[in-house]
C-alpha cells in the first residue's frame, strides 16, 4: 500500500522561507519520478515542480528561481525548498510519484501540508 505522508507547513510572512518534506512508502523510491503538486480551494491541483529518478528537475514558471525540489532516495523522502514565499503561494502542497514528462501522478494523494503566506 502506498502512503505519502506531506509535513513542514505552516504560516511564513511574504519573504519567507519554508521547507517541505514527502516520506514514501509502499513504493521503490528511487526509480520514481516525484512530484510536488498544490491546491487551493475552488481550483485543480497543479504541479509545482518535479524530480526525475536522475535527479532532472522542473519547475512551474511561478516558481522558477524561488523553489527547489530535491530527493533523499536513502530516507525515501522528497523535498520541497521554498524562498521568497509569496502570498499567492498560498495552497495546499502535496507530493506524489509521477509520470516522467507528463507530470501525472500516480496514486491516491496523502493529506498535505498546508501553507499559508502572509502579506
Known amino acids: 500500500q502506498v502512503q505519502l505522508v506531506e509535513s513542514g507547513g505552516g504560516l511564513v510572512q511574504a519573504g519567507g522561507s519554508l521547507r517541505l518534506s514527502c516520506a514514501a512508502s509502499g513504493i521503490i523510491f528511487s526509480i520514481k519520478t516525484m512530484a510536488w503538486y498544490r491546491q487551493v480551494p475552488g481550483k485543480r491541483r497543479v504541479l509545482v515542480a518535479g524530480i526525475t529518478s536522475g535527479g532532472g528537475t522542473n519547475y512551474a514558471d511561478s516558481v522558477k528561481g524561488r523553489f527547489t525540489i530535491s530527493r533523499d532516495n536513502a530516507k525515501n523522502t522528497v523535498y520541497l525548498q521554498m524562498n521568497s514565499l509569496k502570498p499567492d503561494d498560498t495552497a495546499v502542497y502535496y507530493c506524489?510519484?509521477?509520470?516522467?514528462?507528463?507530470?501525472?501522478?500516480?496514486?491516491?494523494w496523502g493529506q498535505g501540508t498546508q501553507v499559508t503566506v502572509s502579506s
Open positions: 506524489n510519484a509521477a509520470s516522467p514528462g507528463s507530470w501525472f501522478p500516480f496514486h491516491s
